[in-house]
């Protein structure tokens, strides 16, 4: 009798054969499992490519979103015209150049510090004399560190400021006088110091801090301390001053003026003039305040490249293979959204405003379609028609009356009526447009745009006192329409976070479609597994009969 043999394994993978003396099978039962699990799991995979592309594109949107942030941005300094001293505006920056008439050295003479909107124009300086303050030489002591024996309380100060008592006691050296008054510098505003003459001579000399002011000194007990050092003789008079307290004397295009001090912030609001020596006769200082042209160029060099950054981007989503498809890289080949981006943005910059164009500015595109700067023709233009280029650039906001002045602008600067209504007692109660008002807040006499209508940013004052209609006139320039246009688009509820978090919901969907999907193939995996298992105990059982079987024939053939 042919002989029969088999082989099994209890493992829900393994491979079972049968054989007899006719026929043989085999069973790959991980093989049925497997193809059984990818039928059901080839949607999740064609899901979850088609969230890989998502992702893509949400990656893409925010880069462009981010380009688009710091475009706006840069922009910022020349999106408004507003000129005052708490103005952010690129025209509002000031620059002072000094000059000299006659032989003095106009750096030695006088230093600027000039806050953004001052009063641009021409200055003549001529300074008489420099504001100092009071100095006092004390005799020659012998020694800074030995005790001076000397015990009493004096009090000391500035003519017209605080005083303090200093207590001096036996055992304190000169050196010890010094600190104690230094102790009190705060509150008198004098200053003691010591000058060493020689090995064996010292001398202590106090200063005033504050300028145009005498020192005052009284000895209220005990031993006179100061005229024991020689500083006051018997009745309390200065012995030796080596440097008269004065005031600053100038005269500022004609005018002559006086201050106690020589860092001048009173004349020329947003000017400080540091005075630092006095001019010869016949001499004086040139001074030119003018706009800062140099923080227009620079800034308009920051959108070339903000504008080329973003422009590259939305090329590079654009490129195609050879055969003129789109590029694997490309994934937002053919977008809307970005398109419309692109053309409002070349619509801005195609603008004319004020009979100019971004031409005028020195901005073209090259050859590869980039946006250039010619930094000549800027200059030219920024020192022969400085205005016409603010317009150009900027938004600006005039208005009806002059007692309404212009704070701010605003990022989106709107033309209206402004309606003001002043009270019984003449202060200003409220700002309204079209009866509304709450979209304006007022504070005395300010008045401004509320946080999230179309006026927020807007500022005015009020020199008014009566009630009244004022017409309030914005014009945008190109910088402040891309501004706008850049920050509208790339913010929280922009086009573009629209499309990323349409898409982000999207893929969130789909993921939870491939859970499922994926959640029933390892239940169907399970099931299979058990049902096969169970197949495979059925054939290890029929093969168990047939070995029994063959051997009870094996017995029976012997």
Do not use: C
């Not at 000169?174 to 008198?188: F, H, K, P, R």
């Not at 201050?259 to 000017?271: A, E, F, K, P």
């Not at 801005?348 to 005028?360: H, Q």
């Amino acid at each position: 009798m042919a002989s029969v043999s088999s082989s099994s394994s209890a493992s829900s993978g393994v491979t079972v054969t049968t054989s007899g003396s006719t026929n043989s099978s085999s069973i790959d039962w991980s093989a049925l499992i497997q193809s059984a699990v990818d039928a059901k799991t080839a949607q999740a995979d064609t899901i979850s490519t088609t969230i890989t592309n998502n992702e893509a594109k949400i990656s893409a949107y925010q880069t462009l979103q981010s380009d688009l942030q710091t475009l706006y941005s840069g922009l910022s300094s020349l999106s408004t015209a507003v000129v005052n001293s708490l103005s952010t505006s690129a025209f509002a920056t000031r620059a002072a150049s000094i000059s000299s008439t006659g032989d003095v050295s106009a750096s030695a003479a006088l230093s600027m510090t000039i806050k953004n909107g001052a009063a641009i124009g021409d200055h003549t300086l001529t300074i008489s004399q420099i504001a100092t303050a009071q100095k006092v030489v004390g005799t020659s002591q012998s020694s800074q560190t030995d005790e001076l024996g000397y015990s009493g309380t004096f009090s000391i100060g500035l003519d017209g400021g605080a005083t303090s008592d200093i207590t001096i006691t036996s055992t304190m050296s000169l050196q010890d006088v010094v600190d104690a008054i230094n102790a009190q510098t705060s509150t008198t505003s004098v200053q003691a110091s010591i000058v060493q003459v020689s090995s064996t001579s010292f001398q202590m000399v106090l200063t005033g801090t504050a300028d145009a002011a005498d020192i005052t000194y009284s000895s209220t007990s005990g031993d006179d301390i100061m005229n024991g050092l020689g500083v006051t003789d018997s009745s309390g008079s200065f012995t030796n001053v080596i440097q008269e307290a004065q005031s600053a004397e100038f005269t500022l295009d004609g005018i002559s003026m006086t201050r106690d001090t020589n860092d001048i912030t009173d004349v020329l609001s947003g000017v400080t003039f540091s005075l630092l020596q006095a001019t010869p006769d016949g001499t004086s200082l040139n001074i030119s305040i003018e706009t800062d042209t140099s923080q227009i160029q620079s800034a308009l060099e920051t959108f070339v490249t903000n504008y080329n950054a973003f422009r590259d981007e939305v090329i590079a989503q654009q490129t195609t293979t050879t055969d003129g498809t789109a590029d694997s890289s490309a994934v937002l080949f053919g977008d809307g959204t970005m398109r419309n981006i692109m053309d409002a943005l070349q619509n801005a910059l195609n603008s004319t405003v004020g009979g100019m164009t971004m031409a005028d500015l020195g901005l073209s595109f090259n050859e590869k379609n980039e946006l250039e700067l010619d930094t000549s023709t800027l200059s030219e233009i920024l020192s022969t028609n400085l205005s016409g280029v603010t317009k150009l650039l900027s938004a600006q906001t005039t208005t009806s009356s002059s007692q309404l002045s212009v704070v701010n602008t605003g990022t989106s600067p709107q033309s209206f009526t402004l309606e003001l209504t002043v009270d019984s007692d003449g202060n200003l109660s409220s700002a309204s447009v079209g009866g509304d008002s709450s979209l304006f807040t007022v504070s005395g006499t300010t008045i401004i745009g509320a946080s999230g209508s179309i006026y927020a940013g807007m500022a005015f004052t009020y020199t008014g006192s009566t009630s009244q209609s004022i017409a309030v006139t914005s014009s945008t320039g190109i910088a402040s329409q891309i501004y706008q246009l850049a920050k509208d688009y790339s913010s929280s509820t922009g086009a573009l976070q629209t499309q990323i978090t349409s898409l982000t919901t999207r893929d969130d969907e789909l993921q939870q479609k491939v859970d499922d999907i994926n959640s029933a193939a390892a239940t169907l995996q399970s099931q299979l597994q058990t049902q096969y298992a169970k197949y495979q105990a059925a054939i290890e059982s029929a093969n168990s009969t047939l070995d029994y079987l063959k051997a009870l024939l094996n017995s029976s053939s012997d």
